[in-house]
């Protein structure tokens, strides 16, 4: 269906605010943060609508998967599992890259009590991209530009200033229904118009052969040992990449220690870090740090993966790239390898 204009969606976020917490991507002095609002300032002001500026540098998976959190608590001889009470919340203004993403945890933590709890809790707005970001590239990977499934409504923002809207759940039905928005069915002119934004946010990515190139010697097991270890020694184990990254979800666990009683608590943890893998015995399957490099990457872009997750593991967000100081992030990588 079509909205007017932006007046409308400003109708409709008021109306999830007015439900539920809703969670959009706001200026934050020079960069982009995912800020709790009311809902009441217009979408002029809000980063999904500024078309080229990015993503927010973090990853919404910190919604579903915090850095931090309490599963078992105990005093005495008495233990409780600890499960979260998320209240409902929106998500406005995702990208396609990250609904990929979000859908990819889904797979990997659908027996994870604590996720489920809060993926169900969530309702997500997709705004469709209308231009390649800087340094993305989702439309190599199939994450993008534009999201086909995985959201409850998704917006695009049409060349005559109109705004479409579809609705990917019953959630999403029920959220329009209730906010009484002034719609119009979508006529074949405007799926027209549709499909056009589209395909000319699919030719504004520059292209990139070395992707395919870099993808298809990795599945061929071509990329010779020395390839690896020649990256090596880039990785400074700083974690960066996998703390943004929104499909990583590796994660150790502590139990801390108080007077009578403590807690079981899940932390954030990174296979590039030289601990992660090391065994009891000392023995260590990846001693390198070019070995750490190689299972990373192997992880992301493998398609030994796609059997069990749909998908590879990289969605084409660019973040690692942003974040790593060893210029060794995803296009880089691939680059190399691709070259």
């Not at 709790?36 to 217009?42: D, R």
């Not at 999904?48 to 959190?69: A, I, M, Q, T, Y």
């Not at 959630?171 to 395909?199: C, F, H, K, S, Y």
């Not at 399957?285 to 070995?291: F, L």
Request: aromatic fraction near 8%.
């Amino acid at each position: 269906m079509v909205l007017a204009g932006r007046g409308a969606v400003d109708e409709l976020r008021a109306a999830l605010a007015a439900q539920r917490a809703l969670i959009e991507p706001r200026w934050q002095g020079d960069g982009i943060e995912w800020v709790e609002t009311t809902g009441s300032g217009p979408t002029a002001a809000l980063a999904p609508f500024d078309w080229d500026v990015g993503l927010p540098l973090p990853s919404p998976k910190r919604f579903f998967f915090p850095p931090r959190e309490t599963l078992l608590r105990w005093h005495g001889d008495a233990v409780e599992e600890v499960l979260p009470a998320p209240r409902p919340f929106a998500l406005f203004g995702l990208r396609s890259c990250d609904v990929t993403a979000i859908a990819y945890q889904d797979r990997f933590f659908a027996a994870d009590p604590a996720y489920v709890r809060r993926r169900a809790a969530a309702f997500l707005v997709v705004v469709q991209c209308r231009t390649a970001c800087a340094g993305g590239f989702c439309v190599d990977v199939d994450a993008g530009p534009f999201a086909s499934s995985g959201f409850d409504l998704a917006l695009t923002l049409l060349s005559d200033e109109r705004v479409l809207l579809e609705v990917g759940s019953a959630e999403g039905a029920a959220a329009i229904a209730a906010a009484r928005l002034r719609t119009e069915p979508a006529d074949a002119r405007t799926r027209t118009i549709r499909g056009e934004v589209e395909a000319a946010a699919r030719a504004s990515f520059p292209p990139r052969p070395f992707i395919a190139r870099a993808r298809a010697r990795l599945d061929a097991g071509e990329i010779r040992d020395e390839e690896w270890q020649a990256l090596g020694p880039a990785c400074l184990a700083c974690t960066g990449c996998t703390s943004l990254c929104p499909t990583c979800s590796c994660f150790t666990m502590t139990d801390e220690v108080a007077a009578g009683g403590g807690e079981r608590v899940r932390y954030w943890d990174s296979c590039l870090l030289e601990g992660f893998q090391r065994e009891a015995s000392g023995h260590h399957p990846a001693p390198r740090p070019g070995d750490r490099v190689r299972r990373f990457w192997y992880h992301k872009l493998s398609a030994d993966f796609v059997r069990e997750f749909g998908r590879v593991g990289c969605v084409g967000c660019g973040r690692c790239d942003v974040t790593c100081p060893g210029s060794i992030g995803a296009l880089r990588v691939l680059e190399r390898l691709g070259a």
